[in-house]
């Protein structure tokens, strides 16, 4: 499993950068505009939603989780694991 802020930023530069996203690139902002748009659909699965439509790229929030198999429903601290963006939010703004 790799580290949340490595993956994120990974998640970043492929939807950012990368030549099999190059036709979305357009809708990608600031590395600080993405992650504050992300961490503000922690608790929303309609600002989720909104994100996916907007960015057309990966969703950091809770990926490593997912692959995992974690279900929220199924327990964990608050019924979520920490998420892979908030890390990296967190992170970078040291």
Not at 28 to 51: G, K, T
Request: proline share 5%.
């Amino acid at each position: 499993v790799r580290r949340p802020r490595t993956h994120v930023l990974s998640q970043y530069f492929h939807c950012a950068e990368s030549d099999q996203h190059a036709k979305y690139q357009y809708a990608m902002p600031s590395l600080d505009e993405w992650l504050a748009h992300w961490y503000a659909a922690v608790n929303s699965r309609y600002i989720v939603d909104q994100n996916m439509k907007k960015f057309i790229c990966y969703n950091p929030i809770d990926l490593q989780s997912s692959y995992a198999g974690f279900r929220p429903e199924r327990g964990g601290e608050g019924g979520r694991c920490p998420t892979a963006a908030a890390a990296a939010s967190a992170k970078l703004r040291r």
